[in-house]
């Protein structure tokens, strides 16, 4: 399976911007870039994906490099609600997501 | 709208008991199924996920199984449960490369 590389833990303040980086250098073309984020004691909830160009939702922003081997989830504003571990995950055609550590976000009032 | 069901949401077995859990999807047809266990202070490990009704691919050699007898039913069991099965379970569906995966509320299982 695709490997993704993602710092343990990174620190924020409430309100200000969050960069969440990745590096998913073995990528293929066809597969697709996940994020997911899980609070303690819950299933993981869905992020954002995306392909090949940047993906913008309700809940955030995710930018791809060019030679996609790297992304960034962007959260515009922090909140005390963002605290949680995100995973960065390349999903493949066999229709299945590997899940790595991820990165714990703490976010300080 | 689609929804995952899955329970119970806590079960405590003992050592040698059997088990069964059970995950159903609402508002969808033949979504690819899956079931992740979570150990304590753990990620998410990929145990069993299905393509098609009675279609069934093990990602880890354990003493568990899955089997998938509904298009949106998916069971996970056990024979004989073992101390090292404790674990946060968790059931997922998704439309195969369409987008989102959805996790079910999951169940913790404590094997004492």
């Known amino acids: 399976d695709a490997k993704t590389t993602q710092p343990n833990s990174m620190e924020s303040n409430e309100e200000e911007p969050v960069h969440l980086p990745c590096n998913h250098s073995?990528?293929?073309?066809?597969?697709?870039i996940h994020w997911y984020r899980q609070l303690p004691s819950q299933g993981p909830e869905y992020v954002i994906h995306?392909?090949?160009s940047n993906v913008n939702n309700r809940m955030a922003s995710l930018a791809i490099a060019e030679d996609r081997k790297s992304s960034t989830l962007i959260l515009h504003r922090a909140t005390l609600r963002d605290a949680a571990v995100y995973y960065c995950?390349?999903?493949?055609?066999?229709?299945?997501?590997?899940f790595g550590k991820g990165t714990l976000l703490t976010v300080n009032p | 709208s689609q929804t995952i069901h899955q329970w119970p949401a806590t079960l405590v077995q003992p050592v040698g008991s059997p088990l069964s859990l059970e995950c159903t999807v609402e508002?969808?047809?033949?979504?690819?199924l899956y079931w992740y266990r979570q150990a304590a202070g753990r990620g998410l490990q990929l145990l069993f996920y299905?393509?098609?009704?009675?279609?069934i691919s093990s990602e880890v050699p354990q003493n568990l199984s899955a089997s998938r007898p509904q298009d949106r039913q998916f069971i996970l069991s056990s024979k004989k449960l073992l101390l090292s099965d404790s674990g946060f379970y968790l059931c997922?569906?998704?439309?195969?490369?369409?987008?989102?995966?959805?996790f079910g509320s999951g169940t913790r299982l404590t094997v004492v």
């Open positions: 997922a569906w998704s439309v195969q490369r369409q987008g989102a995966y959805t």
């Open positions: 073995t990528i293929s073309g066809t597969d697709y």
């Open positions: 995306g392909l090949t």
């Open positions: 995950i390349l999903e493949r055609s066999n229709y299945k997501l590997t």
């Open positions: 508002g969808t047809s033949n979504p690819n």
């Open positions: 299905s393509v098609g009704i009675g279609q």
